[in-house]
Every structure is written in structure tokens, then in C-alpha cells.
């Protein structure tokens, strides 16, 4: 039978947003039961942010809110109203350079079919902003949270320390 | 000097488009006006349709088609078996949508269409199907069982195949032999799980009467070529693209998923491009699964320690159909004997029906558990004889000047199963290096008085690669001089796009930044068959070899009557053409490619250059002669190789055990890996490490559990559990190389190699670790859960 009253109002219910991606605003109306992930996908077309699981496994849909990593497909695109999102096309601006990040990735081979990565460099931000000079074990830890079916992680782990190195040495500052 | 690209461990061209998130996996694609497509599973294992009402979704507004098996018209045709064999009697395909009977859960049984996935699947709950439930058969065992339900209601016995094999007299050698064991093995079922799903997005162009799909598949072209027949098209117009591919690892060489049916069919009719996505859970039941096997084997032995005869019976489960014939099981009876020395060897197996999801070859594709068995026995023939595990490997290793070495099996591409070259016993003084093998009885010994349970466990195992029919290559420099270059073959994380640059790069004397390589797209080349069996490296890097050589040469010979010099004088080095005595009279590869074309137009820099050149003047005779092969400089090769080529290995590792929990911890892992000659070392050691993570999932946390009912009981990640980087330990990598005589680039193929042995390691390092115990282990994979239980009950034989 039909769906009862409550549930198709949830279904078609719609709302005004306005969130600030990678220091752009957008201001767009869509159905309370859009996941950000969707939302950033397929209404802002920024589709380097993977879905893998939509269960908030996997890893590779995450993206920093207000600068903290979280799974976008865990949340409703009306709950990052009015605040401020980074993807990995923020990542290294409009310059031609990569993010220092990205370029240790690069070096280090730590990506193959590249599904999952830019959401292990979105989790890798996050990380060495905490610590930035982690140990090999709070690597490994600070990863555990993205699954790579690729890589086996090796060479992901010496990105991250490449990356932490030299985002240490330099003076970039990691926001 | 030239730049070496061949060998070299140059980074990948690929990165840093997709490390900027600017790759184009399947669900990247948008295209105006598309809708999108949902699939309604069967909710159960074995079923009779009695009826489906979808009348309540088509209603619902939003929606623009829902598909059941009736109204697919001529479409609903079982697919294709991809590899017929004799001994496959009764074969079984799946239809695009179930008819009147389901075979397991998660089988397709209706589709909706809507202008959005959110409201594709509302509608899929208001489509009412009312099932029959009929008796499961959700185990090998209750497969082979006497009074088994059927799978099939005309497959008796639920036997799809059954195939003996023998080398040498095995019955006369247990006759006489001076040890016989008799043992069973059982591996249970896992899945690839690659990070990337399935999924298609079709439009039907009808200004062009085309159809173009995007798949994210290992195998575009034989789709093409199906797609064309299913709908009555002719082959050229019909275009199938594997954009970025998020990891395939066998899973998706496969034809066909139903919805690559289905979706093309739906834009047909609704003259709207449709994409279909699947979602993480219809991966876990629909997506081809595989592993599951029972071994029932006996094996002879010498005083010595010397292998004599083995008798394998396995038991193979296929799922509810055989979409990819006994391909499994055939590599399974064929890597068996490994890289030993055996003479006498009977194999027979039986590949049974259950409902469960099909299986088809995931990375290793029936090797693990054939390398699980021997590795197993290998070790067992030490403990008997209380000789040591590697020299008891050592004694029965074929050795380097044994090959050819013709196993005598019939190989799963119809060829023999011969080893084309390989050095074991240098990859296995290697590996002890790296564990610094013969201090580790020490160490295991202190650590026992500490109460701690280490282990020590080995895996060798020889892989069959690089298997035809053929691949070919097209290279082709453009006025410009960069050069394009196009195969069949798809790319899903191995660097393609940098690996046969290196080869095209090597051979024309350019930087690989100028080579553009495009893979998988049957506009760009539409002959080949696809990327599996660890063969595009091989097979399609040789027609890539052929066809830039093809080019140089012809490069060469252009050269040569513009400089009025002999070919043989001519190089080509950092992308100039130039006689061998006076590189200061240098054309550019752009330069000699326009001059290639006479009959051309030309515009640009380059031809302007050329002009002013003033080289050969007009000549005689067509201005394109006839033994020129065609205008420009471009060719097309072809590449079938004699046979597959047998790469191989030996892995080893160091592991802990806690007997109170289970749990095992990795403390040292390494693997000495033989592919031939290695193109870019950095991504064969990619390809090792991740081969090998996806073997310690398979061989510790992954086992996919059905219920009685034929239920997926850990359908989510948060039961099924992939390992993370916390699980995975470093892995050390070092490399033999034996060339391949077979192939002109002496490569073998390296993508499934990390993942066969861990099984067998695995197993060894714990029956090491937990000797005290008195352990054996014999099936896999092994969660904690089931090792505590399996430790549990060794305590008590123990007592009693």
C-alpha cells in the first residue's frame, strides 16, 4: 500500500540551504532527506568526493566540516547549513601546484585505482593538523578509518610521513 | 644517451588528475535529462514467482518505467557462456530479470526508472512480489548431499561439471609409497569488494542511432560486441567506455551483470540516457562472489621428504550459475602441484550448484586455495619427517635448468600448463634473508618462556599469466610529435596509462608525458578482450611493443629519404629523429610524422619548419608509395601468446598469536616476487602490497556467512570486515627476475600475485605458533572467533 501521510511529506519535504564549499557559497533549495554526499555530487557537481559503502565505513566520501573530518554520506545536506566545507577540490586551490599532501601521494605511489583517495587525503588533512608529527602507529591509526583495497597501505603510511615532514619543514599552514 | 623508461620506477601519469579528484569513475558522469535506474532483489534463495504487481510504483509520480521479466520482450535471453567446456554439462546463465523462479538472494527481479535514485527506490517498495519459498541449498555439503534439494529442477545432482585429470600412474606410486596421508581442506567463500561498486550509465543517441555506455568494467569490448547482438546493432555503433575504474580485482569481468542489459534497454525505449549505480549492499548480493571449495586429498611421500603422488577431489561451489564456465576450478587443478617436482598426480573435481550468489574469478581466481592445499601438505611432509619447511620445499623445487617444465595438465586457456622459466630456490634464499630465517627458532623459544606465541610461515606458489587469446595495440604519432597510443585492455588502479607509456616511450625516443595511452574505450580500439588473469602487461604491453617498434621503424625509413641517409644510421632520442653521425641536424618525431602524411594539408609550426627545411625534393612515382604502409606514422600490432606465462613467488611471515583471544598480530611480512622483466618496479610492488592485504583479509577477518535460508548474514562493512591499516603489517618486497622466453618483453604477469599465498602462510605461521597445542589447521579463512574455538578444542583433545 501507499506510505502513510508522515512518511511522504519526509519524502518531498524541501529546504533552503546556504554552505560555504571550499570557500565558495552556494545557496540552493533540496529535500530534507538529501545526503551532503549527493549534495555535493550531484548538485554542486563536485565529484571527487567517492561514495563506497553508505553505511560510514569506508572512508571515501569524507570531507572536512569547519575543518574536521566526517563522512558526508552519514549526513543530510540540510545539516551542513551555514557552515563550511572543504572537498578535494579545495585541496590545492586553483594553483597548478598539488596540496603538499597530494604531492607526497604522488611520490610515494600511494593510490592506484584512486577511488578511495581523495577521501584518505580529506582523513590525512585532518590528521597531521592533530598531530603533526605522528609516529608510525598513529598513522596507521589515524588511517584505520578508510579502507583502501589497493594499496595495502604502504606506501600510503610513507605518503603521510613524507607529507608531515615536509608540511613541517615548510610553513604552510595546514587550516 | 636516451632516457631508460622501460624498468625504470617513474610516477605515475595518472596521479595528478585523480589525487585533485578530477577523475571520471561511472557515477561522475551526468548528462542532461538522465534518469535513474533502481533494481528491485529477490528477498529469497530459492523461490517460485506466483506474481509481481508493480502497478502501485508505476503510479507514483516521478516514475518512468518499471522493467519485470515480461516486459523484456526478445531481451530476456539467458547471457552468453563466456568459456564453454567440455566437461560443463549442464551450464546455467542468469536472465536479466527473474522468471517465474528466483535462485538466490539479491537476483534481479524488476527495475524502475525515475528522475531520481531517491524516488527509484521508493518506488521499489511499492512493487509487491508474492514468492513461493522453495527448499535452499545453502552449502556445499547439503549440495553434494544424497537427497540435496535441486538448485536447477533439471540439473541433477546440482553438478555443473565434473572433470578428471591425471599426470603420470598416481595409483601405482600409493601402492608402494612409504608414507600416505589422508587429509580435507575446506575454503569458504569471500568476495573482492572493490572501493568502487558496479555500475553504467547508457544513452541512445538517435541522431547518430548510437548507443554509448559507460561501465565500470574490466571487459568493454566483448559487452560492445553482446550489446550489439542483444539489440540488434551493428557493432560500430554500438560504444562501451571503462572510464577510471575503482578497482575491479576480477569482479567485474563479467558479462553480463543484468543491469548492463537493463540500463541500455531502458534509455532505449524512454529515448533518455539512464545511469544505474549500485549501492554497497547490492554489491554484497549480487556482485559474483568466490573461494568456497572442500579438498579431499591424499599424498605420498618419500623418506626423504620428496612428494610422490598426490590425489586431489574437490568439491567447487558455483553459486546459482556458471557464468564463467569452471574457469575457477580448472586454475585450482592446475596450480596445485606449484613449483614442485610432481610426477604422479590425479585431480578430479565436481563443480556443484547453491543458491547463492554466482561465482566467477576474483584476484587469485582459484589459486589460494590450490596453493593452500599443497603448502599444507608440503609442511605436513616436514613435521612428519622432522625436517625443516623450506628444505623440504628445497628438495622438491623444480630447478632452473628443468625448463620448459610441462605440468601436463590442460591449462584454463586450452593451452599446456607449462612453465615458460623461474628460479625458486633464489627467491627462497632470498625470502630467508629477509626473515633472518635461521635465527628465528631462537627467538621463538625466548618468546615462549615470555609466554608468547610466535610463528613462522611460508607460502610458495607458482601463477599462470599472461594468457591470450591476443591483445593488440595502436600507436600513432601526432604533427605535434606526442604520441597516442590505444588498446582493448581496461585499466582499474594498475597504472596502464603509465606502464605501456614507458614501453611506447622506450621505443620512439620520447618523454612518457608525450605518450597518451587509452585504455578500455572501444571507439579508441575495438579489438582485445579485457584486463584479468594478471595478462594486460604481458599481452596487451607486447602489441604495444610491436606497434611503437612498427613505428620507429617506419619513423627510420621516412627519416632516412629526407636526410638522403640509410635507416640503419638513423635515432630517435628526446623525441628527434636525426642521422646517428649529426644530431645537430635534427628533425622533430612531429616533423617526420607530417612528412609521413604527404597527402595532407598541413598546418603549424612543425610543417611550416619543414618547409623551410627544403628536404627531399618531389620524387617520382605516387607521392604515397605502396610499400609505405599507409600514410603517417602510425601502426597497429597484434600480440597472442603461445601460452600463459608462469610468474611465481614465495612469501613469508612473522606472526604472534594470543591462544586466550584469537587474535593475531602481524609483526614481519615479506615477499620475493618473479614477474619476468619488471617495467616499473614501484608498481609491482604496489600491486604485491596490495595483493597481499587483500590476502590477509581473505585468509583472517573475510568470510561471507549464509544462513540456512541462503540469507547474507554480514552484507555490510560493518560485518564483513576489510582490513584496514591498523591490520596490515609493512611489508618487505625484493624481486627475482627470470625473464619470460615467451613474450619479446620477457614480462609475466604481477596483479594477482600478492594475494595466492597468504592463505597458506597464514595457516603455517599458526600451526608454528600453536604447535604447543598440537594444532592442524585445514581451512580458511580463520576469524579470531573461529581460531579461538579451533584452540579451544585442541586444549580439550589435549587433556583427553
Not at chain 2, 577431489?313 to 606449484?338: E, K, M, N, Q, S
Amino acid at each position: 500500500m501507499m506510505q502513510n501521510e508522515e512518511e511522504t511529506l519526509a519524502f518531498t519535504e524541501e529546504c533552503e540551504i546556504a554552505v560555504t564549499v571550499n570557500g565558495q557559497r552556494y545557496e540552493r533549495r533540496v529535500p530534507v532527506r538529501l545526503l551532503l554526499s549527493d549534495f555535493l555530487r550531484h548538485d554542486l557537481r563536485l565529484t571527487g568526493t567517492h561514495v563506497g559503502c553508505e553505511h560510514g565505513v569506508c572512508g571515501c566520501c569524507t570531507v572536512l566540516l569547519n575543518g574536521e573530518a566526517v563522512r558526508s554520506c552519514l549526513m543530510f545536506a540540510v545539516q551542513a547549513d551555514n557552515l563550511f566545507l572543504t572537498t578535494i577540490e579545495g585541496m590545492a586551490g586553483t594553483q597548478s601546484e598539488l596540496h603538499p599532501i597530494q604531492q607526497a601521494f604522488m611520490e610515494k605511489h600511494g593510490l592506484q585505482c584512486g577511488f578511495c583517495t581523495p577521501g584518505i587525503i580529506m582523513s590525512v588533512h585532518a590528521l597531521l593538523h592533530e598531530h603533526p608529527d605522528p609516529s608510525e602507529e598513529e598513522i596507521r591509526e589515524g588511517l584505520s578509518g578508510n579502507i583502501c583495497r589497493c594499496t595495502g597501505y604502504q606506501n600510503i603510511v610513507e605518503a603521510v610521513k613524507l607529507a608531515a615532514e615536509r608540511l613541517r619543514a615548510g610553513r604552510q599552514e595546514v587550516e | 644517451m636516451a632516457t631508460r623508461w622501460f624498468g625504470a620506477p617513474v610516477q605515475r601519469l595518472e596521479d595528478p588528475r585523480l589525487l585533485r579528484g578530477k577523475g571520471t569513475y561511472v557515477d561522475d558522469i551526468d548528462l542532461p535529462g538522465m534518469l535513474h535506474a533502481a533494481i528491485l532483489r529477490s528477498t529469497q534463495a530459492r523461490a517460485r514467482i506466483v506474481s509481481i504487481d508493480a502497478s502501485a510504483a508505476r503510479a507514483l509520480p516521478g516514475v518512468s518505467l518499471v522493467l519485470t521479466a515480461e516486459d523484456l520482450g526478445n531481451v530476456l535471453e539467458p547471457s552468453p557462456l563466456l568459456v564453454p567446456h567440455a566437461a560443463l554439462t549442464h551450464p546455467r546463465t542468469q536472465l536479466p530479470l527473474a522468471r517465474d523462479e528466483v535462485h538466490y538472494v539479491g537476483e534481479a527481479v524488476a527495475m524502475v526508472v525515475a528522475e531520481s535514485r531517491y524516488l527509484a527506490e521508493d518506488a521499489l517498495d511499492l512493487i509487491d512480489v508474492d514468492y513461493e519459498p522453495l527448499p535452499v541449498v545453502h552449502s556445499l555439503d547439503i549440495a553434494r548431499a544424497p537427497d540435496a534439494p535441486l538448485v536447477h529442477a533439471d540439473v541433477p545432482g546440482n553438478v555443473a561439471a565434473h572433470l578428471v585429470q591425471q599426470v603420470g600412474n598416481p595409483d601405482e606410486v600409493f601402492a608402494s609409497a612409504p608414507h600416505v596421508i589422508e587429509e580435507t581442506f575446506l575454503i569458504d567463500r569471500g568476495a573482492a569488494m572493490p572501493m568502487e561498486c558496479r555500475g553504467i550509465v547508457a544513452n541512445w543517441d538517435p541522431f547518430e542511432e548510437m548507443l554509448t555506455c559507460w561501465i565500470s568494467t574490466q571487459g568493454p569490448i566483448p559487452i560492445r560486441n553482446g550489446l550489439a547482438a542483444i539489440f540488434g546493432l551493428p557493432e560500430h555503433k554500438v560504444r562501451v567506455v571503462a572510464p577510471d575504474v575503482g578497482g575491479g580485482f576480477g569482479t567485474k569481468i563479467m558479462m553480463f551483470y543484468p543491469e548492463e542489459i537493463l540500463t541500455p534497454f531502458a534509455a532505449r525505449k524512454l529515448g533518455r540516457p539512464v545511469k544505474w549505480i549500485e549501492d554497497r549492499r547490492e554489491h554484497f548480493i549480487s556482485a559474483n562472489q568466490e573461494r568456497s571449495q572442500f579438498h579431499e586429498v591424499a599424498y605420498a611421500f618419500d623418506d626423504q621428504g620428496i612428494l610422490l603422488a598426490v590425489r586431489d577431489r574437490f568439491w567447487h561451489d558455483t553459486g546459482a550459475y556458471t557464468p564463467y564456465g569452471i574457469i575457477v576450478p580448472i586454475i585450482t587443478a592446475c596450480t596445485l602441484p606449484g613449483p614442485y617436482r610432481l610426477r604422479h598426480y590425479a585431480s578430479e573435481f565436481t563443480v556443484l550448484y547453491t543458491n547463492k550468489v554466482p561465482v566467477s574469478p576474483y584476484r587469485g581466481a582459484g589459486r589460494p586455495h590450490a596453493v593452500f592445499v599443497m603448502e599444507r601438505i608440503i609442511d605436513r611432509i616436514a613435521g612428519e619427517l622432522h625436517l625443516d619447511r623450506l628444505e623440504v620445499r628445497s628438495r622438491n623445487f623444480i630447478a632452473p635448468d628443468e625448463f620448459p617444465w610441462d605440468v601436463g595438465l590442460v591449462y584454463q586457456d586450452g593451452g599446456p600448463t607449462k612453465y615458460d622459466s623461474g628460479n625458486y630456490q633464489a627467491g627462497l634464499e632470498k625470502l630467508k634473508g629477509l626473515l633472518d630465517y635461521d635465527h628465528f627458532r631462537e627467538k621463538q623459544e625466548a618468546a615462549r618462556q615470555e609466554g608468547r606465541y610466535l610463528g613462522l610461515g611460508i607460502g610458495c606458489y607458482v601463477e599462470g599469466t599472461g594468457i591470450g587469446p591476443y591483445e593488440g595495440a595502436k600507436v600513432s604519432v601526432e604533427s605535434d610529435g606526442r604520441v597516442y597510443a590505444a588498446t582493448g585492455v581496461t585499466t582499474q588502479g594498475q597504472a596502464h596509462a603509465t606502464t605501456l607509456a614507458q614501453i611506447v616511450a622506450e621505443q620512439l625516443g620520447v618523454d612518457i608525458h608525450d605518450v597518451m595511452v587509452t585504455t578500455g574505450d572501444t571507439q579508441a580500439f575495438h579489438w582485445g578482450v579485457g584486463t584479468y588473469a594478471s595478462r594486460a602487461a604481458t599481452v596487451a604491453g607486447s602489441a604495444m611493443y610491436l606497434a611503437a617498434v612498427k613505428v620507429r621503424e617506419k619513423a627510420k625509413q621516412i627519416a632516412a629519404e629526407l636526410f638522403e641517409a640509410s635507416p640503419d644510421d638513423i635515432e630517435l632520442a628526446n623525441g628527434k629523429v636525426f642521422v646517428r653521425d649529426s644530431p645537430q641536424k635534427a628533425l622533430t618525431l612531429g616533423q617526420v610524422a607530417i612528412s609521413a602524411n604527404p597527402l595532407r594539408y598541413s598546418y603549424g609550426e612543425n610543417a611550416r619548419k619543414l618547409m623551410n627545411m627544403k628536404l627531399a625534393g618531389p620524387r617520382p612515382g605516387p607521392a604515397l608509395p605502396a610499400d609505405r604502409g599507409g600514410p603517417g606514422l602510425e601502426a597497429s600490432e597484434f600480440y597472442s601468446p603461445q601460452h600463459g606465462s608462469f610468474a611465481s613467488g614465495i612469501h613469508g611471515a612473522i606472526i604472534e598469536v594470543d591462544p586466550a583471544t584469537g587474535m593475531v598480530r602481524f609483526l614481519k611480512y615479506a615477499a620475493v616476487h618473479d614477474c619476468g622483466r619488471v617495467i616499473n618496479p614501484t608498481i609491482v610492488e604496489g600491486q604485491v602490497h596490495g595483493g597481499v592485504a587483500q590476502g590477509i583479509g581473505g585468509a583472517f577477518f573475510e568470510r561471507l556467512v549464509y544462513d540456512t535460508e541462503g540469507q547474507l548474514m554480514n552484507a555490510s562493512f560493518m560485518d564483513y570486515l576489510l582490513p584496514t591499516a591498523a591490520e596490515v603489517p609493512p611489508i618487505l618486497v625484493d624481486h627475482v627476475e627470470t625473464p619470460s622466453p615467451l613474450s619479446p618483453l620477457g614480462v609475466k604477469g604481477a596483479g594477482e600475485a600478492g594475494v595466492i599465498p597468504v592463505p597458506a602462510l597464514f595457516a603455517s605461521a599458526l600451526d608454528d605458533a600453536l604447535a604447543p597445542f598440537g594444532l592442524r589447521i585445514r581451512e580458511m579463512p580463520l576469524h579470531p572467533c573461529r581460531l579461538h574455538e579451533l584452540l579451544r578444542e585442541a586444549r580439550e583433545r589435549q587433556r583427553s
